[in-house]
Nanobody
Framework: QVQLVESGGGSVQSGWSLRLSCAVTGTAGHSYSMAWFRQVPGKEREGVAAIDSRATTIYADSVKGRFTISQDIGTLDNVQSTLYLQMNSLKPEDTAMYYC??????????????????WGQGTQVTVSS
């Protein structure tokens, strides 16, 4: 069973940086596409960035040039890989709960949430002006 555990959220000031991490387990022997989403209470979930098994990436227009998605492959403590989201030049409008997600449809590079079958519990990012 695929499990995703996010970390790295926090409260920062506008212009600062944060790096989110997502430890991925249960994916051994299969390729997955991965993504970061965010959601503010009362608003729809927004796709932020996605990466496929060939390391091709896409970004929402709102974060292009500021956020970078990447993935490291590893076997430490049964963690098959770690997904990252480097967030620079943070703005108050980036405040949200951030979730990582995984899809066994490794060929599909998309920010459409319905494509992703597995989700983490989320990590809160708060940016103050």
């Amino acid at each position: 069973q695929v499990q995703l555990v996010e970390s790295g959220g926090g409260s920062v000031q506008s212009g600062w940086s944060l790096r989110l991490s997502c430890a991925v387990t249960g994916t051994a022997g299969h390729s997955y596409s991965m993504a970061w989403f965010r959601q503010v209470p009362g608003k729809e979930r927004e796709g932020v960035a996605a990466i496929d098994s060939r390391a091709t990436t896409i970004y929402a227009d709102s974060v292009k040039g500021r956020f970078t998605i990447s993935q490291d492959i590893g076997t430490l403590d049964n963690v098959q890989s770690t997904l990252y989201l480097q967030m620079n030049s943070l703005k108050p409008e980036d405040t949200a709960m951030y979730y990582c997600a995984a899809s066994p449809r490794w060929w599909a590079l998309t920010l459409w949430g319905e494509n992703y079958d597995f989700w983490g519990q989320g990590t809160q990012v708060t940016v103050s002006s």
